[in-house]
């Protein structure tokens, strides 16, 4: 499925996109804190070695792309004179 660019989307569409973005760009972060924790308590409890910190860390690049496109999306709403 293609997804239209951001200069086609109407403003309740954009809101929409920044707003689910932002939700799932939430509980990525919660996702990331809570495994870097676990982890960390386990590697400390000798159940787990260091080469588990390697799947929270698998996270931050998609969460990284989510800022990205909350920032380019503000940005197009900043253009039409929304914010």
């Known amino acids: 499925?293609?997804?239209k660019k951001l200069?086609?989307?109407?403003?309740?569409?954009l809101?929409?996109?920044r707003k689910t973005t932002k939700?799932?760009?939430g509980l990525l972060l919660g996702m990331?804190?809570?495994l870097v924790i676990l982890n960390v308590v386990n590697i400390v409890n000798g159940k787990q070695n260091w080469?588990?910190?390697a799947v929270p860390f698998a996270l931050l690049p998609i969460t990284i792309i989510?800022?990205?496109a909350i920032k380019?999306?503000?940005?197009?709403?900043?253009?039409r004179g929304f914010e």
């Open 72 to 79: 380019e999306i503000d940005k197009e709403l900043k253009s």
């Open 1 to 3: 499925m293609a997804q």
């Open 32 to 34: 990331f804190a809570f």
């Open 7 to 13: 200069t086609e989307l109407s403003i309740e569409e």
């Open 15 to 17: 809101n929409k996109r």
């Open 66 to 68: 989510n800022f990205n």
């Open 51 to 53: 080469s588990a910190l």
């Open 23 to 25: 939700f799932v760009t």
